[in-house]
């Protein structure tokens, strides 16, 4: 097959190692992403040809001109695939594949990575346990919902990603009065039972529904507790010979075949609850895990997870058969905080476990790996402690995204 023209959507700084793979495999990459981001230090080298959105660019216009200014570039420009690298910009990849009928993911399907509402719907009908949850649209329904569930709920936008703009309610009063201050924006948000539980995530590879590769790792601390608790962001890899280990793969599997994800990187999430002990599909997206998640991957396993999307997107475009990577089956954990300091001093993190430190403003955070998972533990709550006492920053989780 002749050369391939992959377009990248990335209005956040990431996926790097995505554009090096997928120029280093013989592709044309265009880079589309957001003007403010222009002289970040993308790989350049392996970029044929940035295009810019204004900031920002989901507005109904927005959108417009972009595919305008696409429909133009296209003139002259061969576009094989629309790879969107962050959540945000899966919607913006759906509408342009829509648009100019570029094979992959469409605009349907997309809302079940990306729309809260949508993603627990199409599980609850696939017969996959979720949180008890409805929507707001219709007043009776919530009221219903509230009078015969248990509280607390969470009250969350559909399009938000990580834990930006959840609510925490306990009352009916309370959820009402959270419900009104949405006032024309109610319907872009849901409402949800919340339970206690182990919080997991599976981060894969698929290919029609099958994840190919796969790890499966816990929170010890979830992106809902530091976001609004302030706490350490801590996570670790689970053995591949656990009992849950199975089981969420068996449920992911499940889930990524429902959901129609034909291929594509996947990060998903799953509690199983302290009330029943059974596992419930909390949300997933058809991307690589952020928060450092894909580095402490390739700690466990030796595998680059934006690396091998890129060969998995390049083989699939191709009609090739994909071949997945050797899983290295180690243990790794991951801590990660906000800091006090511009720049903090990690060279005091001196065990040798350590695989790797965070280079970012205000920011603290190590990679562990070793094949004794106990260590793991360990380390990671004297780093917990250490953090808090020497470095931990904490700030309110913002009400819209910020870059």
């Not at 810019?52 to 429909?71: C, E, I, K, V, Y």
């Not at 346990?129 to 009078?147: G, K, N, Y």
């Not at 206690?196 to 790890?215: I, K, N, Q, T």
């Not at 993190?349 to 562990?368: Q, S």
């Amino acid at each position: 097959m002749s050369q391939l023209s992959f377009l990248c959507i990335a209005t956040y700084f990431k996926g790097q190692e995505f554009m090096r793979a997928c120029k280093e495999l013989g592709n044309t990459v265009y880079l589309l992403t957001d003007q403010k981001l222009e002289h970040d230090a993308w790989p350049r080298e392996a970029i044929d040809e940035f295009f810019f959105l204004p900031s920002p660019s989901n507005a109904t216009a927005d959108l417009d001109n972009m595919l305008m200014g696409l429909a133009h570039a296209m003139r002259s420009r061969r576009i094989d695939r629309v790879v969107a690298l962050d959540d945000f910009d899966v919607e913006k990849a759906a509408l342009i594949r829509e648009t100019f009928r570029i094979d992959g993911m469409g605009q349907t399907t997309a809302r079940y990575f990306r729309d809260k509402l949508a993603m627990r719907m199409r599980a609850q009908a696939a017969g996959i346990r979720v949180p008890a949850f409805s929507s707001i649209f219709h007043d009776e329904t919530v009221t219903q919902f509230l009078q015969t569930t248990e509280g607390p709920w969470l009250i969350k936008p559909r399009a938000e990603a990580s834990t930006t703009g959840i609510r925490k309610v306990h009352s009916l009063d309370e959820a009402w009065q959270v419900i009104h201050t949405l006032g024309n924006n109610r319907h872009n948000y849901l409402i949800e039972q919340f339970r206690p539980g182990r919080v997991y995530h599976v981060d894969s590879l698929s290919v029609e529904g099958r994840a190919m590769f796969s790890r499966a790792s816990q929170y010890l601390a979830t992106p809902m507790e530091v976001a609004h608790g302030g706490g350490v962001f801590r996570t670790m890899t689970l053995p591949n010979e656990a009992p849950d280990t199975q089981a969420l793969y068996d449920i992911n599997n499940s889930v990524l075949e429902a959901f129609g994800m034909r291929y594509s990187a996947s990060h998903s999430e799953y509690i199983r609850g302290d009330h029943d002990g059974e596992l419930y599909f909390l949300e997933t997206a058809s991307r690589v895990g952020g928060a450092h998640i894909a580095e402490m991957v390739e700690a466990a396993s030796g595998v680059n997870l934006w690396r091998e999307w890129a060969k998995l997107e390049t083989a699939m475009a191709r009609h090739e058969h994909y071949v997945p990577p050797v899983d290295e089956p180690r243990h790794a954990g991951l801590i990660v905080s906000l800091a006090r300091q511009q720049w903090p001093d990690l060279s005091g993190f001196a065990d040798e476990e350590v695989w790797w430190r965070i280079n970012k403003e205000y920011h603290v955070g190590l990679i562990i790996r070793t094949e004794d998972r106990s260590r793991i533990q360990t380390l990671l709550d004297d780093y917990m402690h250490r953090i808090y006492a020497d470095y931990h920053a904490s700030a309110p989780v913002p009400d819209k995204p910020t870059s």
